[in-house]
């Protein structure tokens, strides 16, 4: 583990060091409880799993929660519970990864979109309303780069049209909205531990909810639909007996996931408190600069600042988006795009989506360079981004 360390940044200067744009923070702590896990023969879905279960229940004051293979499982497995399927309309934003669209679909349902709000990249409330019909069955929220969506405004849309709210909490791990942790205010909401995620299990995802039918019938789906309750509550058979009300998935959890998840879980606060300084210095460093757009924070809310999202002001430079991304692979430093659109992808072009109609997802998509951000980054890291970005923002101004 890297420990922070205080510099000036002029140290940087003519040396060059290999940053990738994500890492996860694997200690031996982990290491020993995979290797627990191992010995203990109990690899699947088992009391590491539940424990999991019941202690991220806890951190984010949710009733409920569901181990699963993945956050894709976890969409695909609440729309499916709250019955979406052929008519049926989701509400969502076209600013995501593609699994929160992609579920839609695998459910037969149509994807409506809403454009962003061009500041905090998340999907605009205040055009929510307009895209409800009268076949309209959900909304996906999703709380791009760890800010929360505006969850009031949302909440009393849903409300008013009886719609549900599954929050699509990716990035959003250690979130708050007004006090409130993200996991404990919609329908149900889901979270992905995939390797660059804040919180990892290699593959893995979680799903909370309040509404214990809900939760119960997602737990079932996510193991073939077998019920195992069945036999407890109606019959006097042995626990071989389970019943099969409906085709469910193989979408479960496993206990070396767990294993991974209760340390990364242990750890989460202090791996925040990492990311939060390091946004905060670039914050600093960037804050005067012209010739970019810095990702939305507020006082109200809690980022989880899972990316760390610029976007350069094309109108002031003479170097384009591609070309800084290509200049600080040069530098060694890793960046990403989050996102290409989902109305970018060929397959919902074909469905009749298209970039122009969503103007604020087109211009922050062409703008945006997510830089490196994670707690295992080294602060002369974070310097070293700083001053090669600095650097060349300031060769290319117009
Ligand atoms: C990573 C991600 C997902 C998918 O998570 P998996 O656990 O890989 O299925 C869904 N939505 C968003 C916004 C993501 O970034």
């Not at 982990?30 to 951190?59: C, H, M, Y």
């Not at 076209?94 to 669209?101: C, K, L, S, W």
């Amino acid at each position: 583990m890297n420990n922070p360390t205080s510099t000036t940044g002029a140290e940087t200067v003519g040396v060059k060091l290999r940053i990738p744009y994500a890492l996860p923070l694997i200690e031996d702590r982990e290491i020993k409880e995979v290797i627990d896990t191992l010995q203990s023969n109990w690899l699947s879905r088992g009391p590491k799993t539940l424990e999991f279960e019941r202690k991220f229940a806890a951190s984010v004051n949710s009733p409920h929660a569901i181990g699963l293979n993945s956050c894709t499982a976890g969409l695909h497995l609440a729309l499916l519970a709250y019955g979406v399927g052929p008519g049926d309309e989701v509400i969502t934003t076209p600013y995501t990864f593609i699994a929160t669209v992609n579920t839609i679909i695998h459910c037969g349902g149509t994807p409506v979109f809403v454009d962003i709000d061009p500041i905090t990249m998340n999907i605009n409330a205040d055009l929510l309303e307009q895209a409800v019909t009268s076949r309209t069955k959900a909304i996906i929220p999703v709380h791009f780069a760890g800010l929360p969506c505006e969850m009031d405004k949302i909440q009393q849309i849903a409300e008013r049209y009886q719609l549900k709210i599954i929050e699509d909490a990716a990035h959003a791990v250690h979130t708050e909205y007004k006090g409130r942790k993200i996991g404990s205010i919609g329908d149900v909401t889901c979270f992905s531990f995939y390797a660059t995620k804040n919180l990892t299990t290699g593959e893995g995802g979680m799903v909370t909810s309040k509404d214990e039918e809900i939760a119960d019938r997602i737990r079932v789906l996510s193991l073939h639909g077998m019920d195992k309750n069945a036999w407890n509550r109606y019959s006097e058979k042995g626990s071989w007996y389970y019943e099969v009300q409906e085709p469910g998935f193989k979408y479960n959890m496993t206990d070396m996931q767990a294993a991974l998840g209760l340390v990364q879980l242990g750890k989460l606060a202090y791996m925040q408190e990492l990311r939060e300084l390091y946004a905060a210095m670039y914050n600093s460093a960037f804050s005067r600069n012209e010739a970019l757009i810095l990702p939305a924070d507020s006082s109200e809310h809690r980022h989880a600042w899972h990316l760390y999202v610029i976007r350069l002001k094309e109108e002031l430079l003479n170097i384009s988006r591609a070309e800084m991304i290509e200049q600080l692979q040069e530098a060694g430093i890793g960046t990403s795009v989050h996102f290409i659109p989902v109305p970018h992808h060929p397959y919902y072009r074909r469905l009749g989506f298209a970039m122009e109609d969503y103007p604020e997802t087109k211009r922050a998509y062409e703008a945006a360079i997510s830089l490196p951000l994670y707690p295992g980054m080294a602060v002369e890291e974070v310097n070293y981004v700083i001053f090669h970005v600095t650097r060349l923002l300031a060769a290319h101004r117009r």
